[in-house]
Structures are given as C-alpha cells and as structure tokens.
C-alpha cells in the first residue's frame, strides 16, 4: 500500500467544483459558479448567463446598465431556477459560489430556504450581507484548505 492520500475537506471538494462549473459562464466581466449541495450531494448548479435561447455576452456583447450587464442572470439565480424547474427542493441547503452574492441573490438564496453560503470572492454589497445575516444563513468566506 501508498502513501495515505490527503483527502479535500468538503468545503474544498464542493468549491472545486463551483470554480469549474464558473468556466461555463458567458459574460466576459466576471466567470461566476454556484453549486447547490445538500447532505454531501450536489441537487444544482448554476453560471451567469443569458437567459436560455437569447444570445449570450460573448456573442453579442455585455447590455450595461449603471455599470451592471443586464443580459445575464447570476449563478445564483440559475442555479436555484434549476431547481424549480426540475422539482429539486433546496431548502436546508448550502449554496457554493465563487463570489458573495449580490443584494437579489440573497434575497432569492433566503427565500430558497438555503441556509449556508459558502463564497470565494468578495462582493462590497453590506446590505446583501445584513440581510442574510438577519435570515439567519450563515456566511462562510471560502478559503482552500480550511475545514469543512
């Protein structure tokens, strides 16, 4: 026999897989992944994107609105829509993404019933952060390596 392998918290195992599910996005400003996870198994995923059948960022350009694209919907968003639309319930779930998540995804994350965010990247939205700290979700900043 080897060596024991090192085996990924996870937290670890679970952000790995959001940062690569992020590759799928199709807004060139910023490759954003969400992945829905409830007792150890993945119930969705999600990317920003145009909604489905209407052209993407990357092929017609960002919309831009008060410095915001317009054309997509967040990772967030598709990944609990994804749930609604295939009968996934993800209430008492946690959500990974690689960014905090705005002021409209935490109110949808709230009203999901998900109750932990697990997020990589920072967000400067305090009152996205307020309000789900109010809700109850507990907000984790991701960092590689600790427990989880």
């Known amino acids: 026999m080897g060596e024991p392998v090192e085996r990924p918290s996870w937290d670890d195992y679970f952000m790995e897989i959001t940062f690569q599910v992020a590759r799928r996005s199709t807004c060139p400003r910023a490759a954003v992944g969400a992945v829905i996870v409830r007792e150890k198994r993945i119930l969705t995923t999600g990317y920003n994107g145009a909604p489905a059948g209407l052209p993407h960022c990357t092929e017609v ?6 410095d915001h694209c317009v054309r997509t919907l967040h990772a967030e968003q598709n990944a609990i829509i994804q749930g609604a639309l295939h009968g996934v319930d993800v209430s008492g779930s946690t959500i990974y993404v690689t960014h905090q998540p705005c002021l409209i995804c935490a109110k949808m994350i709230i009203n999901a019933g998900i109750q932990r965010v697990v997020y990589g990247g920072e967000y400067p939205d305090e009152i996205a952060w307020g309000f789900m700290e109010q809700a109850g979700v507990e907000l984790v900043k991701y960092e590689r390596g600790s427990a989880g």
């Open 61 to 66: 350009g960002c919309l831009m609105v008060n």
